[in-house]
Structures are given as C-alpha cells and as structure tokens.
C-alpha cells in the first residue's frame, strides 16, 4: 500500500479521482456511465487491470502528443507575431477567410511576495487569496502525519487511486 494508507479509517475515504475545482459536475456523472459499461464487459480483475493499463497508456501518449502540438502553437505564435510587427501589420487573413491579428493583454509577475501581500492586506482584498489545492493537501497531511490532527478550515481525506509501476 501507498505511505499514507494509515490515514485509512481515520479520515474520510473516497476512491478514484475527483475533478478539479471548478470543473463540471457532469464529470462524475460521465465516470459512472463508463464504469458500468467497462463493468458489463469485463468480469475478472486481470481484464480490468488490463483495460487500465491500455487506457493509461492511451492518455499519456495523447498527453505527450499535446505537449509537443502546444509547444509548436508556442512556437509558431512567436514567429507569426515577430514577422507581422516587423512588417508593421498587426493582422493577416487566409484564403480561407480565416483571420489573426495581435492582442495585447497584460501580464503581472510578483517581484516581492511580501510588498505584494502586505498591499493587497492594506487594500482589503484578503478574500482574493487562494492556496492552491496541492498546498492545501500537503498542509493537512504533514500536519496530521505529526499528530496535530486538525487543520482550522481544512478537512483532510483518503482517497483510493491505482498506482502503476513502470514495466521492467
């Protein structure tokens, strides 16, 4: 088992992934549509592990392949935008009728977390700060995993997932 299968029965448990915040709802709804489709096809456990494995691999090539499809968009945007601001254009239209133009949009980085911070404090905007779920759940964990069992505001759980080791 995984290095926090002592929070087994101690802490919620739920199995499998759930979306990301703020993901659609219809997600769960499409899991459990498959899962009694894969149900009705395949009855022992290696068949499932199987399926798993097929589909596991199938994800991450397709990841792998929009990885390399986005960094050739990344690169190709560069291009486009160097030569039609070094032609002076700021649009350019295809035979096909489709168009593309520059867009300026503002960009923000944090230079100092702690002028940033202490700024958005003096000007009440607390509410708009977030801590990112992974920040949340390494919080909670590292916590209980020192016998401090509750987190103020947080809720720490368990949930079930297949981990697959690489094939020798």
Do not use: C
């Not at 290095?3 to 029965?9: E, V």
């Not at 489709?37 to 929009?66: C, N, P």
């Not at 708009?128 to 016998?147: M, P």
């Amino acid at each position: 088992m995984g290095k926090h299968s002592g929070l087994k029965g101690a802490v919620p448990r739920q199995i499998g992934h759930e979306p990301e915040e703020g993901a659609e709802s219809s997600w769960n709804d499409e899991v459990v549509k498959a899962m009694a489709g894969f149900e009705a096809i395949y009855t022992t456990k290696e068949e499932l592990a199987g399926a798993y494995s097929y589909q596991r691999d199938a994800k991450e090539a397709k990841e792998k392949e929009a990885k390399l499809i986005a960094i050739r968009v990344e690169a190709l945007e560069r291009l486009l935008i160097t030569r039609l601001e070094a032609d002076g254009a700021t649009s350019i239209g295809l035979a096909s009728g489709e168009k593309f133009r520059l867009d300026d949009q503002p960009t923000a980085k944090v230079l100092d977390v702690d002028a940033f911070l202490a700024w958005i404090k003096a000007n009440g905007m607390e509410h708009l700060l977030t801590v990112h779920a992974n920040t949340r759940k390494a919080i909670a964990t590292e916590r209980y995993t020192a016998g401090l069992t509750e987190t103020p505001g947080l809720e720490l759980g368990l949930r079930t997932t297949i981990r697959r080791d690489k094939k020798k």
